[in-house]
């Protein structure tokens, strides 16, 4: 450890600027006040254990939801600074806790590399609590300041001695900023588990205090991974069949850069490539992932070519088809990372293409001579991904050729908007004719678009290329929506330029049935047309469930719990009769009741479909789509009692 590690104090604290716009702006600072952004707090306190844990101090990270949905970080690091720093004459914890880019990260002494964004960290969390509490474990001493809205209470003060080191973070999300303040389990219980495996050796948990297990202790889970991201990548892969033994897998440093790459083939059509840079998941990918491709195919290609095992293929072989069925994930560690946009989400360093490149490339040509079965399978995958790929373009030609002919190209079935403006246009997809007739009478046509789908659409996920182009329900919604997909070298490249709509909603029953079309749709728009989820275009309408009457008193819920509330509340007590009628189809509502619940604009709920961690949502859409059954029966199991099924 260098001496400069080893005197980590007061003076490593550097400060770039004040915190004055979080609280007016704080979108700008974790995204969104919704969901995402709640659970992108707890996030940026993680991120500050895991620095510690990088640089070589901190082995264990846990995590408590407490029970009133404020949350605990705890880790056993070196604990943050308090002594005065010497430029803000206060305590170095009060610095951290209160001025934006304020921290050791700065300090190149302190830690190599660092993640969360841009560095706003903990001070970004503290001014978006209503109440923040941080204990540090330091020097024989424990010491605590306490912050209300990012002000604190009172200067740092000791509290008690101890032999523990580390650092203690409760924090409650500011009602006054949210638009929710309800943790999801799940949510965080994905983050940890990816910080686990791209982080190998270091133990992370959490623990739900708002619910219990039959045992009577508190749900909680714990992650551990030895291996990294090769069991990252048989994770990933658990549903999916594999046609080789076992994993790729590199783990050193090129050039000065870190690079740790796994990948697996599969028998599956889609490409999973998932890339990080310092844990950051980069959805956008960047450099590392240029590099990624250019060694792969170039490797590859070569090994291929010498084998002689493209001497009947009559056709191009393309970048793309060597990435199909191919599962990877890509980690890099860059000490001062330049990201594209304020979210992080694109890698700019150019250095670390060739790195990363030159990285692959070694790995898969040591592994192709040693492995000539694992190789032969690989190569023979990739000639089959390229003769489907040719059948996929003819497809779509044919798709697009139909369109210029015949004018408009909009099908029969789209009843259209007379709004010209995308920004302002949006399209129902809707579940079957007899709910389409109903949506196309209730609508505002001036803006609102219907197209009818007819029964349950391809599973994409278990179909060729090809197929999914000849499928005449996808086809038409390629041409309402106006967007393609190009036929070249880039050939899943998505071509928004037309795009007509910049809300678009899947509309379906309120059913087992519907649910299960609502989610055919979002895995056809996953793997196809991603970009509309990640520019938020795409959206989830929520019809009511029930109708209550009494007398000229109408109500409409949702669940069952809000039927049976609603009903108490308008029986007030007495023995009155209440009329319930349940929706079990779109089409059992009237044109004005379905414009009143879902339609109208003034008072509709429509949940926007966002895709905050990636590969958890590969996973989840191989698990619940793909070929495996047990997956997925066991999923069945462990949430059917969360369920709710309505008879």
């Avoid at 254990?49 to 101090?57: K, M, R, T």
């Avoid at 949350?71 to 170095?92: L, W, Y």
């Avoid at 399209?427 to 109903?438: K, P, Q, Y």
């Avoid at 089409?587 to 590969?615: C, F, H, I, Y």
Wanted: charged share 25%.
């Amino acid at each position: 450890m260098s001496e400069e590690n080893k005197n980590y104090s007061a003076d490593n604290i550097q400060v770039l600027e004040g915190l004055e716009a979080v609280r007016k702006r704080p979108a700008m600072y974790i995204g969104d006040v919704g969901i995402k952004g709640l659970h992108h707090l707890v996030y940026e306190v993680v991120d500050n254990s895991i620095d510690e844990a990088l640089a070589g101090h901190c082995t264990h990270i846990d995590c408590f939801i407490n029970e009133n949905n404020s949350i605990t970080v705890k880790d056993n690091g070196r604990g943050i600074p308090v002594g005065i720093h010497e430029k803000e004459g206060k305590s170095a914890l009060e610095v951290v806790m209160t001025v934006l880019h304020a921290g050791g990260k700065f300090d190149k002494g302190s830690y190599k590399v660092s993640g969360g964004l841009h560095g706003v960290g903990v001070s970004c969390v503290n001014a978006l609590s209503s109440n923040l509490d941080v204990k540090v474990y330091r020097d024989g001493k424990i010491y605590q300041q306490e912050y209300s809205i990012g002000v604190p209470k009172y200067d740092v003060k000791e509290i008690g001695s101890s032999t523990d080191t580390g650092t203690h973070v409760t924090f409650k999300p500011d009602s006054n900023i949210f638009e929710d303040t309800v943790y999801h389990f799940d949510i965080l219980v994905a983050r940890l588990r990816e910080l686990a495996f791209l982080n190998k050796g270091i133990n992370l948990s959490i623990t739900d205090k708002r619910r219990k297990e039959d045992s009577g202790a508190f749900v909680k889970e714990s992650f551990y991974s030895e291996g990294g991201l090769k069991e990252f990548v048989t994770f990933l892969d658990a549903t999916r069949d594999s046609i080789m033994d076992g994993v790729i897998h590199i783990d050193g440093e090129k050039d000065g850069v870190p690079v740790e790459v796994a990948m697996v083939y599969n028998n599956s059509y889609t490409e999973n490539i998932h890339s990080y840079v310092n844990n950051i998941n980069t959805h956008e990918g960047g450099t590392h992932l240029s590099g990624f491709r250019r060694g792969l195919t170039r490797t590859l290609k070569k090994y291929a070519d010498e084998s002689g095992l493209l001497k009947k293929v009559k056709f191009e072989i393309s970048g793309d088809d060597f990435r199909e069925g191919l599962t990877a994930v890509i980690s890099v560690k860059v000490m001062e990372p330049q990201f594209e946009g304020q979210t992080k989400t694109k890698l700019g360093n150019k250095e670390v293409t060739s790195a990363v490149s030159q990285s692959v490339s070694d790995m898969l040509t040591y592994y192709l001579e040693e492995n000539p079965d694992q190789a032969k399978r690989i190569v023979q995958k990739v000639i089959l991904a390229a003769t489907a790929r040719n059948a996929a373009n003819r497809a779509r030609e044919m798709v697009q050729r139909k369109s210029v002919l015949t004018g408009s190209g909009l099908p029969g079935k789209l009843s259209d908007c007379s709004e010209k403006d995308p920004t302002k246009c949006e399209i129902f997809l809707v579940e079957g004719d007899s709910a389409g007739g109903t949506a196309k009478q209730g609508r505002d046509r001036h803006f609102q678009a219907i197209l009818p789908l007819r029964g349950k659409i391809l599973n994409v996920e278990k179909a060729m290329q090809h197929k999914v182009f000849e499928n005449e329900e996808i086809k038409n919604m390629f041409k309402a929506l106006g967007v393609s997909i190009g036929t070249d070298e880039d050939s899943r490249e998505l071509n928004l330029q037309n795009l007509r709509y910049h809300k678009i909603v899947i509309m379906t029953d309120a059913d087992i049935d519907g649910s299960h079309i609502a989610t055919l749709l979002l895995t056809f728009f996953f793997r196809f047309l991603k970009p509309l989820i990640e520019k938020g275009y795409v959206y989830i309408a929520t019809p009511p469930l029930f109708l209550l009457k009494k007398g000229k008193d109408q109500r409409y819920c949702w669940d069952i719990n809000q039927r049976d509330m609603m009903i108490n509340e308008m029986k007030g007590g007495k023995d009155v009769n209440i009329a319930i009628q349940r929706y079990k189809g779109l089409g059992e509502m009237n044109a004005s009741q379905l414009w009143d619940t879902t339609l109208n604009p003034e008072q509709r709920t429509l949940k926007q479909v966002t895709v905050d961690n990636a590969a958890e949502a590969d996973r989840v859409f191989s698990m619940l789509m793909g070929d495996e059954v047990p997956p997925r029966r066991e999923f069945i199991e462990a949430n059917a009692k969360y369920a709710n099924i309505d008879a």
